[in-house]
């Protein structure tokens, strides 16, 4: 019959959710214990987030079903899922900065009607606080709170509203490892108190403290379904998540790097948020070398591109062909041949409302025979597009067309045939194929290794294994802004690298 | 009954032909006119007998004609002032102080006087006050463009301040210092600092009398051609256009925002000055406390109206300055008004003719 033990606060059966032309979620299933820490991991569009979004009442599955506490639901918006006790924690805080702990807490709640007897609901909150230890004071206003007590408003919300069923996307990727800590203390209290909780993460030292059972996507596909902790091995759980595939390598032509180009030497940086990203980080890359990032989103591989490129301020001493460029702008970086494939195509490698040529010519425009003293010779500029257009074989009807009109592949192509022509000692690219469809990504990989034989050494930054071994020489692993190990790429154990990736070494390597 | 036609808006996916933000915009002011012309017929007016008037008021002759280039003149370079900061996304807003700072700056000339005013060669006075005129304005716009770049204060609410600010500190020193026998202005300037006029030539060439079209004039269309050239065929045209568009993707291709920020501030607000210079030196040939019925508001709107391109800038300003002197004779003057605010209605909703395809389908006839 459908009634199902009343043992299980949530379970998912059979999701499938079908976006135009992806499969997000192919046929997953989920079961929530009562008062169990399930952790659910993945890498970067395993399509953990949209399994959560259906339960938070986002988006519809295409077909499948969902009981929470044995009742058959059917969420038509996050309304609903809110009424049965389920709340969402988003790693993107959603509070009002101006406003009191407690007024962000009430927003949106029909009580109270038309007085603000704030004092009232702020001891209100305090005993919600004191029932799980979340410490933050109702009365202080959002904006002079830390990340980590943000979070704990953002909870508190979702438990001031009745969730009992808590799902907390990331929740560890903005805190500094003191809040981590007391994070955890937080879900262990919850969870003694009847509350269960799902939570997303891609760190497996957490997930082993923490969390009691595990589920694992892959590519919208459950490599494993409520696995108990006790017992996984770091090796086990990199297989999961990354899992053995059958390598094809494109033709690469066989040579020996050259000299030093680029040696950084214990860099250190902050991210946007002001915390530690790069954390004493070393690194050299060769004339005629490509050196694969390999890594889990947000181990610092943006802060490292950025730093190289003079885009973001560091410590420590970045050489290029032996000149420290550290702490520059990015001209100085420029001026040393430094090219740059960045990792926001459009918000940042492109001007949107300029066109081809205003495009191609961001890094050249003052250089014969474009730019003369003072000005652009637009004849010049039009016929360097045009060629370029040509050789690297950019779809689109004119170079007059704007920016924003070409697809990811032809924009990408756009930047890469700007960045190549500058003919860069070094070039930083930043997940070059991110969201390309086939074609375009073979391009961009053959134009890659077309440039370390032409003697460039290149830094590439990728979140796709396969990609990293491909056309990498030597792959680095990043984890929490530190390199944990370098490989060759000839011989090295995806295992191993997935290892790395969460942060384990191999007690033996 | 429904009609069997239906009309669809349509996202275009290539660009528009070049020619086309000329059409709709021509289209929209042929449109404001007619619509104007009814809400005349409702309220009992002949709307045909004031259009006559407006163009003959404005165009009629050489002599009217004259009257309406000397309002578009000032409108020409500040409504350039406005644009040179918009293609850059900063919202100057302040052009009218800084018109008033470059009308002070170059008073300043006479009123020390810098140069000994009778000895001193008439273009070399000119000359002068057109350099201090356009410093008094850069000042003005250097202010907020460095409190933007080193503290990243908003523009908008300094450049608009500012503005009070000019008028008081003109005010000061045309009530206390230089006042005019206790008038609020000062006394008339030496002819030597008049701009030249072409009733000066009134004794060669008859047709010229009484003619008040100034050198001015000139200032504004050369300072169009340069700021054009500035704007499409520089290096620092193109780093003001990319940081416009995208200032990331400007900085990721080494340009230094700051610096452009600061001088595009100084360019704008001294594009503003000479406007101000031009005002005093051509037209009121002293300092006093209205010489800008709005100018640099109307240019914030001029600029607009013709989407940041300096030459569509004169023709604009032309119109606004036909319509400053329309409204001086067609009573009540609020007619003119409402044909500039209708105007701008019109042109701006006209944008989405630029966006969206119109077409008119017919429907399947159903059974």
Partial sequence: ?509 | MNLPYTVIFEKRTEDYPKWLPAVTSLASVIVAFIISGIVLKMIGGDPILVLKFFFSATFGSWAVFSDTMVKATPLIMVGLACAVAFKMKLWNIGAEGQFYMGAFFSSLVVLIPMVNLETTPKFIVIALMVIMGMIGGAIWGFIPGYLKAKYQVNEIIITLMLNYVALYWNNFWIFDKWSDAGFQMTPQFEKVAWLPRLSDLAKEYKAFSGITLHLGVVFGIIAAIIIWWILERSHWGYEIKLIGDNPQAARYAGLNITKNLVLVMMLSGALAGLAGMSEISGVVHRLQEKISPGYGFTGIIVAWLAKLNPFAVIIVSILFGALIIAGRQIQPSGIANLLQGIILFMVISSDVLLRYKIRIIRLEQEA
């Fill in chain 1, 1 to 509: 019959m459908t009634s199902s033990p009343p043992s299980h606060a949530v379970e998912m059966k059979d999701i499938v959710i079908r976006f135009p032309g992806v499969l997000a979620n192919d046929r997953v299933n989920l079961t929530l214990k009562h008062g169990e820490i399930h952790a659910l991991l993945g890498e970067n569009g395993a399509g953990k987030s949209t399994l959560m979004s259906a339960l938070a009442g986002l988006y519809k599955p295409s077909s499948g079903t969902m009981r929470v506490h044995g009742e058959l639901v059917d969420f038509n918006s996050p309304k609903d899922a809110i009424a049965k006790g389920i709340g969402m924690v988003y790693q993107h805080f959603m509070l009002v900065p101006t406003q009191t702990v407690t007024e962000n807490i009430l927003l949106g709640l029909n009580e109270p009607k038309f007085f603000m007897d704030l004092p009232k609901y702020d001891q209100k909150i305090r005993d919600l606080q004191d029932q799980f230890g979340l410490r933050v004071d109702p009365t202080m206003k959002v904006w002079q709170l830390s990340v980590g007590e943000q979070q704990r408003v953002e909870i508190l919300k979702t438990l001031y509203r009745g969730a009992d069923v808590l799902i907390m996307d990331e929740p560890t990727a903005v805190l500094a490892p003191q809040e981590i800590d007391e994070l955890m203390n937080t879900m262990r209290s919850m969870t003694k108190q009847g509350k269960s909780i799902i939570f997303i993460s891609h760190k497996l030292n957490e997930v082993t403290a923490v969390a009691d059972r595990l589920t694992v996507l892959r590519k919208g596909v459950a490599t494993a379904e409520g696995m108990d902790i006790e017992g996984l091995t770091g090796e086990k759980l990199a297989e999961l998540m990354v899992g053995r595939k059958v390598i094809f390598r494109v033709e690469k032509k066989e040579q020996e790097p050259g000299d030093v180009v680029l040696d950084l030497r214990e860099i250190s940086a902050q991210n946007n948020k002001g915390v530690r990203a790069l954390n004493k980080l070393s690194l050299k890359v060769h004339q005629g070398e490509i050196l694969g990032i390999a890594g889990v989103a947000g181990n610092g591989q943006s802060e490292l591109a950025e730093v190289i490129t003079g885009m973001r301020g560091c410590e420590g001493s970045i050489l290029i062909n032996g000149e420290d460029v550290a702490n520059t702008e990015p001209s100085a970086a420029i001026a040393r041949g430094v090219a740059h494939i960045p990792e926001d195509r459009t918000g940042v490698g492109s001007a949107p409302n300029m066109t081809i040529t205003e495009n191609t010519i961001m890094k050249n425009y003052r250089d014969q025979p474009i730019g003369n003293k003072w000005s652009i010779n637009f004849t010049e500029a039009r016929d360097h597009a045009r060629g370029l257009k040509d050789a690297y074989d950019i779809l689109a009807p004119n170079v007059r067309t704007m920016a924003r009109k070409l697809s990811g592949g032809n924009l990408q192509k756009v930047i890469l045939a700007r960045e190549i022509t500058t003919n860069p000692k070094l070039m930083v690219a930043m997940q070059p194929t991110r969201g390309l469809d086939v074609g375009a990504i073979e391009s961009i990989q053959r134009l890659l290794l077309e440039q370390r034989e032409a003697g460039t050494a290149i830094l590439l930054i990728s979140e796709e294994l396969e990609e990293l071994l491909t056309l990498s020489d030597r792959i680095a692993v990043l984890h929490e802004g530190k390199v944990m190990g370098i490989m060759d790429a000839e011989n090295a154990d995806v295992k191993e690298i997935g290892l790395m990736m969460t942060g384990t070494k191999r007690s033996d390597a």
